[in-house]
C-alpha cells in the first residue's frame, strides 16, 4: 500500500503538570511531537504505511524523536540528521479547558536546515499523499523546500495535504505568514483549517467567502474547517455541509487536529484515492461522510489523553468509539 508521507518538524513538546502546592517548582513532561510527526503517527497508528521526512539533530532530543517515530510504526528511512542545531522545544501550558498556550524554543532548530538535496525521489514514489503544514514555511529557505516536496509530490501524481496549523510566535514579527501560506494552500488538494485560521485568512479579504474563492483558484479540492467540539464544516468546489463534532471531556486539545488529518488521509488510502481520482470520489457524498466522522473520531479520542504521539488512537479503538455511537 502507497504510503502518507510527513514533511516537516519533529519536536519536543514539555508539557506543564499541575503543581501539587503552592510555591513548589513547576515540573515539564517531556513528549515527542510536532504537526506533521503526529500526523504520521496518527496514519500507522490507524494501520496505514506512514513516512515522516525531516532533519533532526543529533542530540538526546532527537534520538528521542526518532525512536518514538519507530516504536509508533513510522518509516523513518528518509530522516536526515544535523549537528549544525539543535531539537526544536516547545513549553505547554493547558487551561482548564485543556487549551493550549505554547512557548516555543526555535529557531534555531535542526528541522529548519533540511535543504532540497535531502529529499530522497523514493519517498514520491512510495507517496499516495504529501502532507505539510505552516511551521515549515516560517523562513524563506524551509518555505522553498516545502513548496518544492510539494511540487514533486504532484508530479509524482500523489495528493497533497496541508494543515495551516498557525503558530504566529513561529514566524518574525516583520513578517505577515499569508502570502507563503496561500502559495502552500494553492498546491494541496486537501485543506485542513481551524475556524480561527480561517478567519485569519478572511480579515485581508473581507469574509470567508472570498477565502473559498481564492482556495478555488489553485489546485484545493476539499476543504475541513474545525472548531474544537463545534460542528466540522466541509466544502468542496460543487458544495459543503457539516458533520456534528463527538462529544467528550476534554483532557488535552494537543494533537486534535493532526489525529483528525490523520484520520482523513489514512482513510484516503486505504480507498485508494490519488489525485487523479479524488473529483470523482468527491462526488460520493456518503464517502465523504463516513470519512470525515471516522476522522472527528480520531480527534475526540486524542483529545482524551496527554501528549501528542501516545494521544493518537489505534483502529481497533476509533472502531469501538464508533460502535459506541452509532
Known amino acids: ?28 513532561v517531556r513528549y515527542a511531537g510536532g504537526a506533521p510527526a503526529n500526523v504520521a503517527v496518527a496514519v500507522a497508528r490507524l494501520g496505514a504505511p ?27 528511512e528518509h530522516v536526515v540528521r544535523t549537528r549544525a542545531a539543535h531539537t526544536a522545544l ?5 487551561d482548564a479547558k485543556g487549551e493550549r498556550q505554547f512557548s516555543f524554543y526555535r529557531p534555531p532548530a535542526a528541522d529548519l536546515l533540511f535543504r532540497s538535496h535531502h529529499f530522497h525521489g523514493a519517498c514520491f514514489a512510495e507517496a499516495a499523499v504529501f502532507h505539510a503544514c505552516s511551521n515549515s514555511l516560517t523562513e524563506a529557505a524551509i518555505a522553498e523546500v516545502t513548496l518544492e516536496g510539494m511540487r514533486r509530490a504532484q508530479t509524482a501524481g500523489a495528493l497533497v495535504s ?112 490519488r489525485a487523479a481520482s479524488l473529483t470523482e470520489w468527491l462526488a460520493d457524498a ?18 482524551a489523553r496527554h501528549g501528542a504521539f501516545e494521544a493518537m488512537p489505534s483502529l481497533s479503538e476509533v472502531e469501538r468509539f464508533l460502535d459506541a455511537h452509532s
Open 286 to 303: 456518503t464517502r465523504m461522510r463516513n470519512a470525515l466522522r471516522f476522522a472527528a473520531a480520531c480527534g475526540a479520542l486524542a483529545v
Open 50 to 76: 506512514a513516512v515522516f521526512v525531516g532533519m533532526l539533530a543529533e542530540d538526546s532530543f532527537g534520538d528521542f524523536l526518532r525512536e518514538s517515530l519507530r516504536a509508533a510504526g513510522v518509516s523513518t
Open 90 to 94: 516547545a513549553f505547554v501550558s493547558l
Open 1 to 28: 500500500m502507497p504510503s502518507v508521507v510527513c514533511f516537516g518538524e519533529a519536536l519536543v513538546d514539555l508539557l506543564a503538570e499541575p503543581s501539587m502546592q503552592a510555591g513548589a517548582p513547576q515540573r515539564f
Open 162 to 273: 496541508f494543515d495551516m496549523n498557525l503558530r504566529l510566535n513561529l514566524w518574525p514579527e516583520s513578517t505577515d505568514p499569508r502570502p507563503r501560506i496561500w502559495q502552500a494552500l494553492h498546491a494541496a488538494e486537501l485543506v485542513k483549517l481551524s475556524a480561527t485560521e480561517l478567519a485569519f485568512l478572511a480579515e485581508p479579504l473581507g469574509d470567508e467567502a472570498a477565502v473559498f474563492d481564492n482556495l478555488w483558484r489553485g489546485r484545493t479540492q476539499w476543504v475541513w474547517v474545525t472548531d474544537a467540539d463545534a460542528p466540522i464544516r466541509h466544502f468542496t468546489r460543487s458544495g459543503n455541509g457539516t458533520l456534528p463534532a463527538f462529544a467528550v471531556r476534554t483532557v488535552n486539545a494537543t494533537a486534535a487536529g493532526d489525529a483528525f488529518v490523520g484520520g482523513v488521509l489514512s482513510w484516503l488510502v486505504k480507498d485508494n484515492v
